[in-house]
């Protein structure tokens, strides 16, 4: 499974933009790149998944280079309520094998008044 | 809908004591995981069922964990003797294959054990 690095923590204001960078250099042709956001006392929720180039929903935008070693999640114009955990996961999940995922230490976003 | 229940929230038992964790699904969803967080560590899977069968495991630290999954619906996961290192917060997560294909887990909110 590909290692994933991710900032430990970042800081940003309400109303901003918001982009948290993922590096997974050993990232196999098979895989996906997917976002999970958790609250605390609360599971991790699904935010966006994707393959290469853009994807966007109407949560977040996820921004893949053409090598994959790395991905972007963009959060649009923050609230207080973004405050959680992002973690980046990359795998094979896009199957019907239906995997186990595979957590990193994550980022704590800490949106500020 | 409603979501991926666990019960209890929280549970606090003594070193040597049986706790059993209980998990209900997203009705429909044949898969069902187990992950756990101990001691501000990352989350780290534990096992895996299709309906009732043990698909992997291989993430169960030792024999004194045991899950269960009988008729394919709700979960247990027991743990007998609990010990200090057991302590963290027990996810389960349910998923179906989707539309699209992408296996999207769905989490509980946790149980968060102490052991004493």
């Known amino acids: 499974l590909a290692k994933t690095t991710q900032p430990i923590s970042m800081d940003s204001y309400e109303g901003q933009e918001v982009n948290i960078t993922c590096s997974h250099n050993n990232i196999a042709t098979n895989d996906y790149i997917t976002w999970y956001q958790q609250f605390p006392s609360q599971g991790p929720r699904f935010i966006i998944q994707?393959?290469?180039t853009k994807v966007t929903n109407e949560v977040a935008s996820l921004f893949i280079p053409a090598d994959r070693k790395s991905s972007t999640l963009s959060l649009p114009r923050v609230s207080l309520s973004d405050t959680a955990v992002y973690y980046c996961l990359v795998g094979d999940s896009f199957s019907g094998s239906a995997r186990q995922l595979t957590f990193g230490s994550g980022t704590q976003l800490t949106v500020l008044p | 809908e409603a979501g991926v229940t666990q019960f209890p929230s929280h549970s606090v038992i003594e070193k040597g004591q049986t706790v059993t964790l209980r998990c209900d699904p997203i009705s429909g969803h044949d898969n069902l995981y187990w992950y756990r967080r101990v001691m501000g560590k990352e989350i780290k899977f534990l096992l895996h069922?299709?309906?009732?069968?043990?698909?992997?495991e291989s993430g169960m630290p030792n024999n004194r964990f045991l899950a269960e999954r009988t008729g394919g619906t709700y979960s247990t996961l027991k743990v007998q003797p609990a010990e200090l290192e057991d302590s963290g917060v027990y996810f389960c997560?349910?998923?179906?294959?989707?539309?699209?294909?992408?296996?999207?887990?769905?989490f509980g909110p946790g149980t968060r054990l102490t052991v004493l």
């Open positions: 994707g393959y290469k």
């Open positions: 997560a349910s998923s179906t294959p989707g539309t699209s294909g992408y296996n999207e887990q769905f």
């Open positions: 069922f299709v309906k009732e069968s043990k698909q992997d």
